[in-house]
């Protein structure tokens, strides 16, 4: 989901005085393909991959995963540190963290399966069931909300005929409100799925939802002829 | 310059080469004098590098503005055990949006404020916390950290000086509290981010148990620019208290939006009309929240002789904070935007405290209950008594944070809980 075939007036990349492509405001060029292997062990932790196409039942942790798992475990005096980023790694390829993926990364990393989860839903990231192929998260905190912020909520929430925090019918979207996304300066400030869409306004909202529901079909077209 | 917009009045230090990609790449970076700052660090004692950090009086940017040099002289000497830096990008105070552009534009001048802070107080390893959502900044951050440690200046015998200095970009899953420090500690020990009681502090007991130093990213990327041109050369800026540039996140109702490098003490109205362009449609101020949401909320007339130091907005009744500026024009609902605000606080508080856990989330339901006209007079007083309690009783000050806003809005602006309240009565929904 990297390149957006449409700018929206207020893109972060073409307000101002910069003139500059979406790919250059994002890093894209620089960044480059990131292994999915991980890279370096120094950044093992973060994010190098963000899948389309999550895998429920994706086993923890194989291949290039394994190897990033590994990595990680590296990175930290102790293991128990390594569980965040573990949680992060099985999120990335289930979409979700169930409570048994719960007590799969408590026996790997060898802590109590009732503190893993204690931890889990600690964090607000950690989606605790499925959510729809894009989860769109929009911040009504106070910056957005003082320039319309609840209104590209509702307008999110029409525009994908679903209710707030459900499966929109389609199978494809998740609208859930956010807290501050630390991009207040663009308001309103919208994350889907790993990328940012800035100030968005009501009129954008259906050009956003249009384009998410071309390149799903797209990848599901492309899916069925591998298939 | 800032980002997206700049102006001619800025002091560009940190933010000099914002909207510039390749300022990205190590190659670009050096070849804007990228790591001399860095290599100058190597070549005298780590001591004097806290005396040059001291001498300019820098502030930490993470909101509290404790001195950084102090603060790093509070590590111990002895090495016998791992010290720890953390770099603090867990950016998530409504209003604040300056870690962020800093990272995924500047990369390399936060790897190299890291390294030069690790040098200082003697840490083996860095740990750069991002919050969970920023995916697209952090493997910015990445590639940069790959690049630094191939060209010699992170990893074993940095830049030959025998000092073996690692770094790590560890990711958070989300979570406002894991910004306070202690927070960070445990979520990055893999435990939930609760806050944890000080004493001992973190340069004693912190990170895996080891002494350790917390700096927001904007004070480790003012690291280098120091180093390099001297502590006395940062304060050509600034006030005496408040020495040097700071960038300024204007949010809310201004026409240009954005983050803004200006000399501290700044004169906000000045910031607001000249700097951020005004208020769209020449609406009229109403208020503005000068930090972040954290802090209380200053009132248009409050506004206007207003400096933006740390004491000068300490003297106008709020405080500077991460200087996260928020703009409200007449058109603002404040009992809707501080109720919005309350619920955040109800939403982030960890729950180990009780007056924050129960404070935080009455206070929402009791302004949403006068926001929907079923609100009494008295209720104003109760939120008052309410808050007083969640001041200075709890582990972290989140439960404090709750009280400026509620408290702030309901001495300057009275007369709008209070009309909200007889609209309701008037529709005898009480
Ligand atoms: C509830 C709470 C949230 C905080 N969030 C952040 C944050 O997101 N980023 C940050 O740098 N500091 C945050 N702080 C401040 C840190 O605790 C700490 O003071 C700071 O990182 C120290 O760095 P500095 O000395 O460079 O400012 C927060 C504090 C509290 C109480
Ligand atoms: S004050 Fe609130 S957020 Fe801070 S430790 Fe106590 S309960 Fe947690
Ligand atoms: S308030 Fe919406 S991103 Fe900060």
Redesign the interface.
Same mark, same amino acid.
């Given at each position: 989901m990297s390149k957006i075939p449409f700018k929206n007036d207020g893109w972060s990349g073409n307000t101002g005085e910069y003139d500059l492509t979406e790919e250059q405001v994002r890093g894209i060029d620089f960044v480059g393909e990131r292994p999915i292997g991980g890279g370096h062990p120094s950044v093992s932790p973060s994010y190098p991959y963000m899948l389309e196409d999550k895998n429920p039942d994706a086993s923890l942790f194989e291949g290039p995963y394994k190897e990033r798992f590994e990595k990680i475990l590296t990175r930290y005096p102790d293991k128990q540190a390594a569980l965040i980023p573990a949680l992060n790694l099985a999120q990335e390829l289930r979409g979700y963290i169930s409570p048994v993926t719960m007590d799969e990364i408590a026996n790997l990393i060898g802590l109590s399966p009732a503190y893993v989860r204690s931890v889990s839903t600690f964090y607000t990231m950690y989606n605790k069931q499925p959510v729809g192929k894009y989860l769109i998260q929009v911040c009504t905190n106070i910056s957005c909300n003082l320039c319309g912020g609840e209104d590209v909520l509702d307008a999110f929430l029409k525009y994908t005929n679903a209710e707030l925090g459900e499966i929109s019918n389609d199978g494809i979207f998740t609208t859930i409100e956010a807290e501050c996304l630390a991009g207040c300066g663009f308001p309103t400030c919208v994350q889907i799925n790993s990328q940012y869409f800035e100030n968005v306004t009501i009129n954008e909202v259906p050009k956003i939802v249009d384009y998410l529901k071309s390149i799903h079909e797209k990848s599901s077209m492309s899916q069925e002829e591998e298939g | 310059m800032g980002?997206?917009?700049?102006h001619d009045q800025e002091v560009p230090i940190i933010s000099k080469y914002l909207?510039d990609?390749e300022a990205?790449?190590l190659e670009g970076w050096k070849a804007r004098g990228g790591y001399q700052a860095l290599e100058k660090a190597l070549e005298i004692s780590p001591e004097d590098v806290i005396e040059i950090v001291k001498d300019s009086g820098l502030r930490g940017r993470g909101g509290a503005g404790f001195p950084t040099g102090l603060k790093w002289s509070f590590m111990p000497k002895d090495k016998s055990r791992?010290h720890y830096l953390l770099c603090n990008a867990d950016?998530? +105070?409504?209003?604040?949006?300056k870690?962020?552009e800093l990272i995924?534009w500047v990369p390399h001048l936060l790897i190299e404020g890291c390294l030069i802070g690790a040098y200082a107080i003697g840490a083996d390893h860095v740990y750069i916390y991002?919050?969970? +959502?920023?995916? +697209?900044a952090?493997?910015?951050?990445?590639?940069a950290?790959?690049d630094a440690?191939s060209a010699g200046f992170?990893g074993n015998n940095v830049m030959g000086s025998g000092k073996n200095i690692?770094?790590?970009? &560890?990711?958070?899953?989300?979570?406002?509290i894991c910004g306070e420090e202690t927070g960070l500690m445990n979520?990055?020990?893999?435990?939930?981010?609760e806050p944890r009681v000080k004493p001992p502090f973190p340069a004693a007991v912190g990170a895996?148990g080891m002494p350790t130093t917390i700096n927001n990213v904007e004070t480790l990327c003012a690291v280098p620019p120091i180093v390099k041109n001297g502590g006395e050369w940062y304060r050509q800026w600034g006030t005496e208290k408040s020495p040097g540039t700071k960038l300024f996140?204007?949010?809310? &109702?201004v026409n240009?939006?954005?983050?803004y490098e200006l000399p501290l003490g700044f004169p906000l109205h000045k910031l607001i009309y000249e700097i951020a362009g005004g208020i769209p449609g020449d609406r009229s101020l109403k208020a503005v929240?000068p930090g972040g949401?954290s802090v209380p909320i200053l009132s248009a007339q409050e506004c206007e002789n207003c400096e933006l130091s740390y004491e000068g907005v300490e003297e106008a009744g709020s405080m500077l904070g991460c200087a996260?500026v928020?703009v409200?024009d007449e058109s603002?609902d404040i009992v809707h935007?501080v109720m919005?605000?309350a619920a955040?606080y109800a &939403? +982030?508080s960890?729950g180990q405290c009780t007056p924050c856990r129960e404070g935080t989330s009455w206070v929402t339901q009791i302004l949403k209950r006068i926001e929907d006209g079923r609100g009494t007079e008295e209720d104003l007083t109760t939120l008052i008594d309410l808050t007083d309690q969640m001041v200075g009783t709890t582990i972290c000050v989140l439960s404090d944070s709750v009280a400026a806003p509620v408290q702030s809005s309901i001495v300057k602006f009275k007369d709008e809980y209070v009309a909200m309240v007889r609209r309701g009565e008037k529709l005898g929904i009480t």
């Open positions: - | 980002y997206p917009y700049s909207g990609p990205r790449t791992p950016e998530s +105070e409504p209003g604040t949006f870690d962020r995924r991002c919050r969970g +959502e920023f995916f +697209e952090t493997q910015v951050l990445a590639r950290v790959e440690y992170i690692d770094l790590t970009v &560890h990711v958070g899953a989300g979570a406002y979520s990055l020990e893999g435990r939930r981010g895996f996140c204007v949010s809310g &109702h240009k939006p954005g983050n929240i949401s996260s928020i409200m603002t935007q919005r605000m955040f &939403h +982030e960890c």
